[in-house]
Nanobody
Framework: QVQLQASGGGLVQAGGSLRLSCAAS????????MSWFRQAPGKEREFVAA????????YYADSVKGRFTISGDNAKNTVFLLMNSLKPEDTAVYYC???????????????????WGKGTQVTVSS
């Protein structure tokens, strides 16, 4: 019954910014990790960023570090992704994800995900 809903995607020119949002609906649950993944056409889904509620530890893929910022609210099971200095290679469908008991070694892996949100399209034009 639990669903994650992502929003905020759209079309933006290179160098611009977008802020993605994700919130749980349809039920209640607790998570220790929430994250963002993305999948570009013809490519495999890849890790983008994650936050662990205990201590607020943040994780980023090397490709987005310094440009993207993840934040969230544990009590509301919500997570945000502020994307700055967007590049055409950032174009992808972005997926919100949550893990109930994700161990440290699985934070960057889809195997550590228990709930997936529907994707939101981000298109960066040159």
């Amino acid at each position: 019954q639990v669903q994650l809903q992502a929003s905020g995607g759209g079309l933006v020119q290179a160098g611009g910014s977008l802020r993605l949002s994700c919130a749980a609906s349809g039920g209640t649950f607790s998570s220790n990790t929430m994250s963002w993944f993305r999948q570009a056409p013809g490519k495999e889904r890849e890790f983008v960023a994650a936050i662990r509620w205990s201590g607020g530890r943040l994780y980023y893929a090397d490709s987005v570090k310094g440009r993207f910022t993840i934040s969230g609210d544990n009590a509301k099971n919500t997570v945000f992704l502020l994307m700055n200095s967007l590049k055409p290679e950032d174009t992808a469908v972005y997926y919100c994800a949550a893990g109930v008991r994700t161990i440290l070694g699985m934070v960057r892996s889809s195997d550590g995900v228990d709930y997936w949100g529907k994707g939101t399209q981000v298109t960066v034009s040159s």
